[in-house]
């Protein structure tokens, strides 16, 4: 709670004082905060200003070492010595505010830190006394410890991290003044109903004071009553106001046990005369003298109570009030879910970074969607997209490893990240139940067996050219010419599947090639005829990629469902929505970076019809046809796209598992 | 008690500060909360008036305008946090807190007075991922954060005389010594209503602004009258060194926009405490209770497909309400924005006021751009008008705010410990003449109407029409202030009022006859349980809801221990205490650091034994701030509660209604069911005739001038719902910007009207719930989708936001609408979208905001 709470007094002789102030410490954060503000230069009066008030609170607070206190305090009081001098232009234009709105008859000078600092001590109303020289010492009444320790720390027990400071003055000087008025108009200015009771007050100036008053029984004042007040001091009115019952109500109780404490020392024997005795006898007499009147002493309340570690006591229920109220009232935070399968997002700078620089360095990247549909062309793209998108195993086979991780990463864009499981580069072939993406040296084996339906296999193949293509090395070498020569070439992967699949099997599990040429230079972008190479390369070697995408399962396209869904796609052949729309995005042709993220908003939604169509299935009302239609047909899903919802609801059952956490905690 | 009234609302000596002043006073004889507020009136102030009402023509036909200055004016006072003595102490020492609303996602990071007082604020950047939220309130508790040299009180709205017309203060010395106070003060019978006193506490913001504009309608009535009377006695107002003039008592005795301001006060207070309330606002309810989430979905699922098939209008209706809704109460996107960085330990609780944020929440007020949100929805079918409100209350989304009790555990040694009751015979004879006046929560009695009191005074008491009173030498030193030093001796006049003060006393008893007529056939408690379509309702017990609340407050209550030990790790405290220290004593020499120093106290161990609401049993994902709040539910209930010590799951599933709660904070206060009226204030409400247009314009200009919860006001906003014309209307208006003062009194107060049109993907969502529904999915999946949906808005969103930052994309210089399919949204979600972006980036907002 960013409040104050103070305790103030009457003091016979000085008048309203600040004898104790309780304030929060929250640990000061990291240096560059503030050195790199605009208000560093407004930060370095306000710390020498800071300084030079410690130097006099500290020694006013100290009642014991009085020789070091007064000539530590001397100069604060003079308006000659250099260093109050110096100390005098940061508080001047408070001091003046002070002085214009306190109406006092005090003339700037004196407002030197000694009288603005001593917001706690009581060297201000002394000054404006006609004999300020008589009695320049600090305030009895001040907060003092029996072991003589000038300040009281807390830490707060519900957080480490907050601490709290009481001190007979605040730790901050801006809050001299502030203190110092609101301590002066509590106990001189605001009345309240009855003899004891609260007052809240304020203005924007001076901040808003929650101010109890009460008076404590002393056998040696002046009407046998100390007038003290607790003082809540706070820069949010409205926060104040909220919780001022609840302060009222402590304030109350630390209020009526000090009452009790000082009861106690009442001796009710006492005959009406030998009360008179004592009142003729003490001070009440002796406040008449004049020789009394000045000098007299205030009564420390640890004499008043007669309770030496009174201020530790109160201290203690300061903060306990303080950080008590600081919880009373506690908002409830509902967040949203973790980031994680947001992750474009999370990363934003980072990728941003990696966009500016990554351009420049590669020669050439298959890094988006984009670009691998540009490579691979629509058809192929959309199967291998296809393949992905349904479950079936993708693997990316080649020998640069940088290539096959952007390939597999620009996979994951479309896939929920619980259902990408990703090996980037692999040494052997992994099952698919271990991974989905998988991605392999080149110079791994596909194990024979497998059905073709249920994985997909990319190979990229890099041909380097020298001015000579006869120099190339053998075993990467591809003829650029039919597609027999390439089956030929991955024999070694590829025999033992198309010698043992049905004729059938093997015409499905068609191998396709693609080449493309790869280049240096972004506008030498040709086909890839091996004659042109000479002229490209400049001088270069010049690279040829060639992708082979081999077995996978074909997309359901415009043959199957022309029927039903042909008045939407009249033209070009009608894959699943998820795709088309997939398509739809990359052809707007964005920004990697937006490109990427609007991907994400893409998946998002499926991956969210996903889930429906999960607790649909869940529901038992899947096989229903006519449910599943309705469901279809509000989800805006195609029917071709069933197959992907399935395979998304994988991520739906993960994400229902930790929903399900989440609500069985929350 | 009378003789008191003007010390309690000026002081006894003239030490007050003379720019405007706060204070409330509890009284004890007739229990009352007395609210002041003191202003002062200076010449020049009339000086100025009367150049602004001149040059504007003759002043009856220009009220309105002049109301507009003056609020102007001050708004401008607030952006600087600039008083007449503000300026001259802070120039000194600029320390920037206060920044206007649009500028603060940058500014206050390059100032660093966030990160000056914050812990880990290092971790946070302008540009991470989502600004805004978490740092509404950081940036509240830095605000008013009294540490580091930084102190700033949250400003009073003051009479325009202490600025000029360009904004900067007038040199402070020559202001008060001529200028002379006035005070209001409102006095609230609280007797034996502890439930009313609570509300009083925890609404204080709502009843402020309200104080704060009967207290510009006063200035605007005091300024013309003292300007006649000068003209009168000179002939004309020439220099600045004259006096105000003494004002004739009983001059406003019959003003008729006092008495009407005055009733209208009246009235808004009444209907604020009493109004009937939604009595489960769904949202709320679904979080705090967790246990009953299933039944809130399922209730609101049925009333969703309830309304979205009665007609194929009332879908539409239903759609471009939400649509609305969302778009301008803009507290669901913290809901459902993904936690993308620890920020969420950032909250500093306890720095700042949960309740102005729960408040700022509910109006929507979570954007870059400060901005009230209210909505009404109208219809003659009060079935339809429920459901409708149901719905939206599941939209309209805050935190909860829990109000913990706490108790000291025995420490014999504390003075937070209840005293004993044996007291010297001294004391107690003492005590019995004057009762604590800070009672203490008694019985509770259904909350009646409260009885309130108004008293407008100048220097002395007079019931609200008595601004007059010549011979009272309220602040008598305008005829000696040209020697500060009398000040003080003439300020010793005494100022007791010279009049009888048994008028005023009998006029205010008037008053109190005439303000509990208007309003006889008005179900007086707010304990009307709705007649809604919720499924659990509260149970009867519930309705009377008095014994619930004070009598045992244990019942329902599960321990949560707030103190782990007390034992503090020593080495921690030492460095805590030498950091804390360091500052002081870095630069003194004398003082050896260390022990001698600081003394370590270990503090009394306490514990929350109680929370209203009760608890949930385990923090929600992504908790409270960490630290706060260890719940320690396995504990067993320790011997007060009793017999309910069966566990967290009996004690969640006792639902405490609105009507016991609507007292402690904002959340279950603001949501209004089908009521008979407008009332104003109400974030939420249902109404059966759109025939309060005027006086809800009234009160969104009243809300731009003064609002609590924000240091300026940029546009309030009232949706209205209207199903007997099947049309949505959002009523918008928009303060004007600082800069633009030659436009200052035309484009102040003008409320537009523009018919909400649904977004798509709402509509489309909305249908895809009912059909979801229908194919026999639970309520709560149906929920889960629709916020799905809106996480896929806030997505979309982001995405705006980056495409906003690109500088590829914005060559072209994109209209809001052929970004839309690039977001693969139709044009009609944008606003939405766009509204999103404006919660925590200005940069789409401002660039927008001109095409």
Redesign the interface.
């Known amino acids: ?4 709470i103070a305790l103030a007094v009457w003091c016979q002789p000085h008048g309203p004082v600040t004898i104790l102030t309780t ?1 929060h ?6 240096s ?3 050195s ?4 560093t230069s ?2 370095s ?4 200003q ?3 008030n ?2 006099t ?3 006013t607070s100290t009642s014991t070492s009085t020789s ?1 206190s007064a000539t ?1 305090l001397s100069p604060s009081h003079g308006t000659t010595s250099p260093s109050s001098s110096s100390l005098d232009d ?1 508080i ?3 001091a ?2 002070l002085d ?6 005090r003339s700037p000078p004196q407002h030197s830190p000694g009288g603005g600092g001593g917001g706690g001590s009581c060297s201000s109303p002394i000054s404006s006394r006609p004999s300020p020289t008589s009695n320049s010492g600090p305030c009895e009444c001040q907060f003092s ?1 029996p ?9 707060d ?5 907050l ?1 709290y ?2 001190q007979p003055a605040p ?5 001299f003044a ?1 203190i110092r ?1 609101a301590c ?2 509590s106990l ?21 004071v929650l101010s ?1 008053m009460f008076t404590v ?1 002393d056998a040696q004042s002046r009407g046998h009553r100390v007038k003290y007040t607790i003082m809540t ?7 104040l ?2 919780s ?2 609840y302060l ?3 304030f ?3 209020a ?5 404490m000082a ?2 020392l ?1 001796v ?1 024997q006492q005959s009406p005369a030998a009360r008179s005795m004592s009142y003729s006898s003490s001070h009440h007499r002796g406040s008449i003298m004049p020789e009394n009147m000045p000098t007299k002493k205030g009564r420390p309340l640890t004499e008043v109570l007669a309770k030496p570690d009174i201020f ?6 300061f ?3 303080l ?17 994680n399968d ?1 992750y474009p ?2 990363a ?2 980072v990728e941003v970074a990696l966009i500016e620089t990554g351009d420049q360095e590669g020669p050439t990247t298959v890094d988006s969607l984009r670009e691998l549909r540009r490579v691979l062309g629509p058809q192929k793209f959309n199967c291998l997209i296809w393949n992905s998108l349904v479950g079936n195993q993708v693997i990316i086979r080649g020998e640069e490893p940088r290539i096959v991780v952007e390939i597999v990463r620009s996979l994951e864009d479309v896939l929920p990240k619980e259902c990408c499981t990703v090996i980037l580069d692999s040494a052997t072939y992994e099952q698919s139940y271990t991974c989905n993406i998988l991605g392999l040296d080149r110079s791994v084996p596909i194990p024979p067996d497998m059905d073709p339906n249920d994985f997909i296999l990319l190979d990229l193949c890099l041909t380097t050219f020298t001015r000579r293509p006869s120099a190339t090395p053998s075993p990467t070498t591809v003829q650029n010419g039919d597609s027999k020569d390439q089956a030929l070439v991955y024999q070694a992967d590829w025999s033992s599947t198309s010698s043992r699949a049905p004729n059938g099997l093997a015409s499905a599990m068609e191998k396709m090639a693609l080449e493309e040429e790869s280049h240096n230079n972004g506008p030498h972008s040709r086909p890839s005829i091996p004659g042109l190479l000479y002229s490209a390369g400049g001088g270069f070697q010049c690279q040829r990629r060639i992708y082979l995408l081999q077995a996978g399962e074909e997309p359901p396209d415009v043959l199957v469902d022309e029927k039903d869904q042909a008045q939407n796609h009249s033209t070009s052949p009608y894959y699943p929505l998820y795709i088309e ?1 997939i398509n739809e ?1 990359l052809d ?1 042709k ?2 990697k ?2 490109e990427t ?2 991907l ?3 998946r ?2 499926w991956i ?1 019809k996903a ?2 169509f999960h ?2 299935y869940k ?3 899947a096989s229903d046809e006519s ?1 599943l239609s ?2 279809l047909v ?3 899903v195609n029917r071709q796209d069933l197959k992907i919802l399935r395979f998304f609801t994988r991520c739906a059952r993960v994400t229902s598992h930790t ?1 399900k956490y ?2 069985a ?2 | ?1 009378p003789s ?1 009234v003007p ?2 609302m000026f ?19 007739p229990a009352q909360i007395m609210l002041t507020k003191t202003f002062s009136i200076h010449p020049n102030d009339i000086v100025a008036f009367n150049s602004a009402s001149t040059r504007r023509g003759s002043f009856s036909s220009n009220t309105s305008s002049n109301t507009a200055e003056m609020s102007g004016l001050s708004g401008l006072s607030t952006v600087s946090g600039i ?1 007449d ?2 300026s ?2 802070r ?6 807190t206060f920044i206007p609303d649009p500028a603060y996602t940058r500014d206050d990071f ?4 966030i ?8 971790s946070m950047r302008p ?1 991470a ?1 989502r600004p805004g939220f978490s740092i509404r309130r950081l940036r ?2 830095s ?14 709205p ?1 009479s325009f005389s202490h600025l000029d017309s360009m904004g900067n203060a007038k040199p ?2 020559t202001q ?1 010594a001529k200028s002379k106070s006035f005070s209001i003060a409102v006095f609230i019978d609280v007797s034996n209503n502890s439930r009313l ?2 509300f009083i ?2 609404h ?2 709502l009843i ?1 602004s309200r104080l704060h504009h009967l207290q510009a309608l006063c200035l605007e009535l005091l300024l013309p009258a003292c300007r006649n009377r000068i003209m009168l006695a000179k002939g004309g107002i020439s220099g600045s060194t004259r006096s105000i003039p003494d004002l004739s008592r009983l001059v406003f005795q019959q003003e008729i926009r006092l008495i009407e301001a005055v009733a209208r006060f009246q009235q808004s207070l009444y209907e604020l405490y009493s109004a009937p309330r939604i009595q489960s606002p769904l949202w709320l309810n679904m ?1 705090t209770y ?1 246990g009953r ?1 299933a039944a809130y979905s399922a209730s609101f699922m049925t009333e969703l497909i309830h309304i979205m098939e009665e007609s194929p209008s009332s879908a539409q209706l239903v759609s471009a309400a939400i649509s609305a809704v969302l778009s301008h109460h803009m507290s669901w996107v ?8 620890p920020m ?1 330990r950032d ?1 500093p ?10 408040l700022s929440d509910l109006y929507g007020n979570i954007g870059t751009s400060s901005r009230i949100s209210r909505t009404i929805v109208v219809g003659s079918s009060s079935s339809f008008v429920r459901r409708l409100l149901y719905i939206l209350s599941y939209l309209i ?1 805050c ?8 108790e ?1 555990k025995d420490d014999p ?8 009751p ?6 107690i004879h ?1 005590d019995q ?6 009672t ?1 929560m008694r019985a509770i009695s259904i909350p009646k109407r409260p009885r309130i009191d108004t008293v407008v005074t100048r220097g002395s008491v007079s019931r609200l029409t008595s601004i007059g009173e010549p011979t009272t030498p309220t602040l008598p030193h305008h005829q000696s202030s040209h020697l ?2 009398d ?2 001796i003439s ?1 010793s006049v005494p100022r007791r009022p010279l009049f009888d003060t048994t008028r005023p006393r009998m006029d205010t008893k008037d008053s109190l006859s005439t303000e509990s007529t208007p309003y006889p056939s008005r179900p007086t408690t707010p304990t009307t349980i709705e007649s809604k379509p919720d499924s659990d309702r509260a149970s009867p017990e519930y309705s009377n809801g008095s014994h619930h609340h004070g009598t045992n407050g244990h019942h329902h209550h599960l321990r949560v221990d ?3 030990s ?1 034992t ?1 790790s020593s080495d ?2 030492g460095t ?2 030498s ?3 360091k ?6 020499s ?2 050896p650091p260390g ?12 514990r ?1 034994f109680c ?1 209203f609401p009760p608890f ?1 049993s ?8 960490p ?4 719940t320690n539910t396995t504990n067993p209930v320790n011997g007060v509660q009793g017999g309910t010590t069966t566990g967290a799951t009996t004690t969640e599933e006792k639902i405490l209604p609105a009507d016991v709660l609507f007292c402690k ?1 904002y959340g279950r206060s603001l949501m209004a069911p089908y009521c008979d009226h407008y009332m104003p204030d109400f974030a939420l409400m249902g109404v059966p005739k759109c025939d309060f247009l005027d006086p809800m314009e009234a009160d969104m200009r009243d809300t731009m001038k003064h609002f ?1 919860i924000s240091e300026r006001v940029a546009s309030t906003v009232c949706i209205v719902a209207d199903a007997n014309t099947w049309k949505c209307n959002v009523f918008s208006a928009r303060a004007q910007q600082p800069f633009e003062t030659d436009r200052l009194h035309l484009s102040e107060g003008t409320v537009s009207m523009q018919s909400s049109v649904p977004s798509q993907f709402l509509d ?1 969502t909305l ?2 719930m009912v ?2 529904g ?5 309520a709560e ?1 149906c929920l ?2 629709f916020e ?2 809106l ?2 808005l806030y ?2 969103s ?2 705006l936001s ?2 906003v930052r ?1 500088k ?2 914005m060559k072209g210089r994109p209209t809001l609408d052929s970004m839309a ?4 949204l139709h044009r009609s979600d944008m606003t939405l979208v766009l509204s999103i972006c404006s919660t925590y980036d200005d940069l789409v907002t401002r660039i927008f905001a001109d095409l």
């Open positions: 709670m960013n409040a104050l304030q410490r929250r640990p000061v954060s990291s560059s905060c503030t790199s503000t605009s208000s407004s930060h009066p306000n710390q020498s800071s300084s030079g410690g130097t609170k500290l020694s070091t530590s940061p001047n234009p408070q003046q505010t214009h709105q306190k109406k006092s008859k410890v072991s003589g320790e000038k300040s009281l720390h807390s830490v027990p519900t957080n480490s991290e601490s400071i009481s730790v901050d000087s801006s809050l502030p008025i002066i108009r001189n200015a605001e009345t309240y109903s009855g003899r004891e009771g609260a007052v809240f007050f304020g203005d924007g100036v001076n901040g808003y109890y029984y001091m706070m820069t949010d009115r409205v926060y106001v909220a001022m019952e009222i109500s402590q109350q109780v630390i009526s046990n000090l009452q009790s009861n106690a009442y009710p530790v006591q109160l201290h203690a229920a903060v306990s009030v950080s008590n109220c600081g919880q009373r009232l506690t908002e409830r935070h509902v967040q949203g879910r973790p980031m947001w997002f999370a934003e700078d729309t995005i707007l964005l920004p970076s937006i993220k609007r994400a908003v893409l998002e939604e969210s889930k429906q607790n649909l529901a038992g009302c449910v309705r469901f509000s989800m805006k929903q989440i609500q905690s929350g | 008690i008191l010390k309690l002081g006894t000596t003239p030490l007050a500060y003379k720019g405007s002043t706060t204070r409330i006073h509890l009284l004890t004889e008083g003595f503000r001259m102490s120039a000194s020492r600029p320390i920037p390059r100032n660093g007075s990160s000056s007082s914050m812990p880990n604020s290092s540009r991922a509240r508790a605000q008013t954060s009294m540490e580091n040299g930084t102190f700033n009180p949250t400003p009073l003051s402070a010395l008060a006193r609570e506490f925890s204080f913001a402020e979080n967790p989430k913290p809901t459902i924005a993904p936690v993308d960085q969420n909250h609780q306890g720095a700042y006021d949960p309740l102005w944020a729960q989304r935190n909860e705010v829990f109000q913990l009790v706490t000291i040694e504390s003075l937070l410990n209840k005293p004993k044996s007291r010297s015979p001294y004391d003492e003449e004057n009762g604590s006046p800070a203490m500060p030093n000040r003080v300020s707030t103190m782990r007390r503090h921690t405290l805590d205490a950091r804390s220290n500052a002081d004593s870095a630069h003194d004398g003082c022990q001698d120093v600081l003394m370590n106290v270990p503090l009394p161990v306490s929350v929370s949930p385990s923090p929600p994902s992504g908790s409270p701030a630290g706060i709040l260890p904070s609590e489309e249908h895809q059909d979801l229908r194919s026999g999915l639970t999946l889960g989708y799905d949906r996480l896929q997505q979309c982001r995405l980056s495409m690109n590829e994309m399919p690039l977001l693969g």
